[in-house]
């Protein structure tokens, strides 16, 4: 029955973001939303919608389209406790991301967190805490992420209140990092059309030639073929004869 | 054999680029296993007061550089200079820049083609080709033009 339960719910692809504030961090929601999504509706924040489906993700290579879930808790323990639990088994099965946002003064949270979002289900997600503390340590958090690397944890801490775009490596901080974590995810399994990152690589030409290009026509011809060539029982010479017409076919499309 | 592999790595470990040279140099141990000792063993050196060069085995030692969230590692003989390797990493990215136009992660994960034509131009059978970036970037544009 879990066999049967699982290969259902993976007919969904994994593209939804799960984002929780802290309650007492509320008034920083606006803001990190508008900044790392961009504009949402309205209802986002004023009656509290907290499920926005068909949203878009625009990089120069992929165009993606994903839903994205806001929610709020008091407690982290217990929202985080939730999340594991059972009841929340399909939504762990459909998360591509989770980003929690709220101040924290304790490194030793991070580890808390870390040990409860390794889940199965969730091995590929990407997992993001973001730290809004204006006075957050950049430094401490850095040794937190190369603590986790160590231990081959998906766990990233950002830092949201840093001056600098990017850190002593060169490296992005902050919403920047938030978006290159998002950019870079496996997103293959998700339905991503890709763009051409520039359309002007391309001279006209090509465009109208694979226009005129019908890989299905081909395709059939083929098919078409291989049934005709093993429906009759040709001779060497009618098969090789049956091959140039098929060839000289398949050329007017190509 | 001067170079066993070069490998390239994002900060979570997920491997970007991978080239063996020599399958025979390396231990007795699956490749991916040998990668994610590679990744533990230099996501745990302090990058401020630690060197770029870490022995790896009895017969590797890895000569590495951090750009912006990617590890580039190369994999040597214990008997090779360090900082020649370093300074080839070095070439080895400034060259991709410049080829892709201030290159990112993004670029390496969707264009991985063009960025193996780069190392290939460089680097073959363990061996450095080329050292010019001039020289590199005009045939690398030439080949490019016959995609």
Redo the contacts between chains.
């Keep these: 029955m879990l066999k049967e339960r699982s290969q259902e719910v993976t007919k969904f692809p994994r593209n939804k973001i799960l984002v929780a504030f802290s309650k007492y961090e509320k008034h920083e929601k606006e803001v990190v939303l508008k900044s790392v999504f961009g504009e949402l509706s309205k209802d986002t924040f004023g009656n509290e919608q907290k499920i926005l489906k068909g949203l878009t993700w625009k990089t120069k290579y992929y165009t993606l389209v994903y839903d994205l879930y806001i929610d709020e808790y008091e407690s982290l323990k217990d929202w985080l406790a939730d999340l594991k639990s059972d009841e929340y088994i399909e939504l762990r099965d459909v998360l591509a991301g989770i980003m929690v946002f709220d101040k924290f003064t304790d490194t030793l949270q991070f580890q808390d967190i870390s040990q409860i979002l390794e889940t199965p289900e969730l091995e590929k997600c990407f997992k993001i805490c973001c730290n809004v503390d204006k006075h957050a340590d950049g430094l401490g958090m850095s040794k937190i992420n190369d603590e986790f690397a160590q231990r081959l944890t998906t766990l990233e801490v950002v830092n949201w209140s840093t001056c600098d775009e990017l850190d002593e490596y060169g490296e992005k901080n902050g919403k920047a990092r938030i978006k290159e974590i998002i950019d870079t995810h496996d997103w293959s399994a998700c339905s991503v059309p890709l763009e051409l990152a520039n359309s002007n690589d391309i001279p006209a030409g090509d465009t109208e030639a694979e226009d005129d290009l019908n890989i299905e026509v081909i395709l059939r011809k083929l098919q078409q073929a291989r049934l005709r060539f093993a429906s009759q029982e040709l001779d060497e010479k009618d098969a090789s004869t049956l091959a140039e017409e098929v060839a000289g076919e398949i050329m007017k499309y190509v | 054999m001067a170079i066993q592999f070069i490998l390239c790595f994002?900060?979570?470990?997920?491997v970007r680029l991978v080239r063996w040279f020599d399958i025979c140099q390396v231990d007795s141990q699956k490749p991916q296993d040998m990668i994610?000792q590679i990744?533990?063993l230099i996501?745990?050196r302090d990058?401020k007061h630690q060197s770029n060069f870490v022995e790896f085995s009895d017969s590797t030692k890895l000569v590495y550089k951090?750009?912006?969230?990617l590890y580039f590692v190369m994999g040597i003989d214990l008997q090779d200079e360090e900082p020649i390797y370093l300074s080839h990493i070095h070439l080895f990215v400034e060259v991709l820049d410049a080829f892709f136009g201030n290159v990112?992660?993004?670029d390496i994960?969707?264009s991985f083609y063009r960025a193996y034509m780069v190392m290939d131009e460089m680097f073959i059978g363990g061996e450095v080709q080329e050292i010019s970036k001039e020289v590199l970037l005009e045939r690398l544009s030439i080949l490019d033009r016959l995609n």
């Design positions: 994002n900060k979570q470990g997920v994610v990744y533990r996501s745990s990058h951090r750009y912006a969230g990112c992660e993004l994960v969707f």
